[in-house]
């Protein structure tokens, strides 16, 4: 079965450093991997997706990710963050069981930006 | 669009109480699904559906079931409601099941059960 760990629950940064959040995954197969933000009382919002090829990925808002195959890992990265970026945020890998489309995700990592 | 929408935003029930939450999208999507999150947990998918009148179970079905008589809609039903099931649902669609297609997620139901 496939697994996403998020190893940090909190995360403080000032406005204007740099951030790395962490996601582990275990997954037999290649994976589909995803990260997702969560605004306080909002739905969840795509922040960028890895399929295949180049290893780094591009999203939107700014934020980067780098899969890592030999270490099991997709971080995701943000060269200066912005007071908006405070948010909670999700890892995910897709599998697929059946006809289901199974996203795992982690138990997520709350960002909270010092003005 | 509207995308995916979800009422109600609340709800509130008593143990043994009955409800269906609702979700529909206008963008024709084929697969449906609805998630359940709670704290520390992430999300979990507690059924799914590939295409009208075709549903299946997913990770924590107990307790509730679905249908899917249109395209558009894909409503979860509570049969009994129990204070486990107190948590923030969400209701997601996409086009095929293939992963390259993004998954949309309505802004959830937040259900309280006492």
């Known amino acids: 079965a496939q697994s996403v760990t998020q190893p940090d629950i909190h995360i403080t940064v000032s406005e204007g450093a740099s951030l790395e959040l962490r996601c582990n995954y275990s997954?037999?197969?290649?994976?589909?991997l995803f990260w997702y933000v969560q605004s306080p009382g909002q739905g969840l919002q795509l922040l960028l997706k890895y399929f295949s090829g180049d290893t780094l990925v591009q999203g939107i808002k700014g934020f980067e990710a780098e899969f890592k195959r030999s270490q099991s890992s997709f971080n995701l990265r943000k060269p200066s963050v912005h007071w908006s970026d405070a948010a909670e945020y999700f890892c995910?890998?897709?599998?697929?069981?059946?006809?289901?489309?199974?996203?795992?995700f982690g138990s997520g990592t709350q960002l909270t930006v010092l003005p | 669009n509207a995308g995916v929408t979800q009422t109600p935003k609340f709800q509130v029930l008593k143990t043994g109480q009955s409800m269906t939450l609702q979700c529909a999208q206008d963008?024709?999507?084929?697969?449906m699904s609805w998630y359940r999150q709670d704290p520390g947990m992430g999300l979990r998918l507690i059924h799914y559906s590939v295409g009208a009148g075709i549903t299946d179970q997913g990770e924590v079905p107990n307790g509730y079931n679905v249908s899917r008589s249109t395209t558009e809609d894909f409503p979860l039903r509570l049969l009994s409601a129990a204070p486990s099931q107190t948590s923030v649902y969400f209701c997601?669609?996409?086009?095929?099941?293939?992963?390259?297609?993004?998954?949309?997620f309505g802004p959830g139901t937040r259900l309280t059960v006492t």
């Open positions: 997601a669609s996409s086009h095929p099941r293939l992963a390259d297609y993004e998954q949309y």
């Open positions: 995910a890998v897709e599998g697929f069981s059946g006809s289901a489309r199974q996203l795992t």
């Open positions: 963008m024709n999507h084929e697969y």
């Open positions: 997954y037999g197969a290649t994976p589909y």
